[in-house]
């Protein structure tokens, strides 16, 4: 298991902000002039816009149309979307339901209700390593709507853990908590964990394979996985 560079660079910060907290990084984006962008249709999509307003006091954000009507239009199909951005200092990524199309100062534009889950990731505290080729990771269906799913880890320390989905019907926002994974490692006891995802992203593998990559927070720390970590590590 070796280390991985790209992860190592993030820490995930708390899920759940007050609208002027979110308000705040936003109004960054939209001063920046920072593209957002969102994987729709299973990441066969990919929107990209910008904000152009946000305003907690009417609870609602508005960004710019794509100049792609089929990504646009895929959009405005959706109850609510995830969306992502970069700043400086880290990753942005929150989730706004209802897309209405609206005329922003005589321009063509799509409101949204104000997120409602808001996740801005940083340096992380612990490093996380990467695992190759990826251990199975299970999840069960729970009574808080998260369906059964199978993935594969693809990193891990003793604060959270990265793996992926490869079920289009997954979709995994910040704030959700996955209680009882299973992991298997070969050879070894498998480690079950209560997971709260921090982030949601599409990528595209090697192979040419798109995959939903989600980063998460062990919830409870327990007494087998320092022990699980050091094992896959040797």
Not at 80 to 93: D, Y
């Amino acid at each position: 298991m070796t280390a991985d560079p790209a992860g190592d660079t993030q820490r995930e910060e708390q899920v759940r902000r007050s609208p002027s907290e979110i308000a705040q990084v936003l109004g960054l984006i939209l001063t920046r002039r920072e593209a957002i962008t969102a994987y729709l249709q299973s990441g066969e999509v990919k929107f990209t816009s910008k904000l152009l307003r946000v305003d907690p006091i009417k609870s609602c954000i508005v960004i710019e149309l794509d100049p792609d009507e089929a990504a646009t239009a895929a959009l405005l199909s959706r109850p609510r979307c995830t969306f992502f951005a970069t700043l400086p200092n880290g990753h942005v990524e929150f989730v706004a339901a209802d897309p209405q199309k609206v005329v922003h100062e005589g321009t063509p534009a799509i409101r949204l209700h104000f997120p409602d889950v808001f996740s801005y990731r940083q340096r992380r505290a612990e490093d996380r390593a990467a695992v190759s080729p990826q251990i199975p990771l299970e999840c069960l269906a729970d009574a808080g709507g998260v369906l059964s799913f199978k993935g594969g880890l693809v990193d891990i320390s003793a604060g959270g853990v990265g793996f992926l989905i490869y079920d289009p019907s997954i979709t995994l926002e910040p704030g959700t908590v996955l209680k009882g994974c299973r992991i298997d490692a070969e050879n070894e006891a498998p480690l079950i964990l209560d997971l709260e995802v921090r982030f949601s992203e599409m990528v595209s593998l090697p192979d040419g394979t798109r995959a939903e990559r989600s980063g998460c927070r062990v919830v409870v720390h327990p007494e087998t996985l320092k022990e699980f970590v050091a094992a896959l590590s040797k």
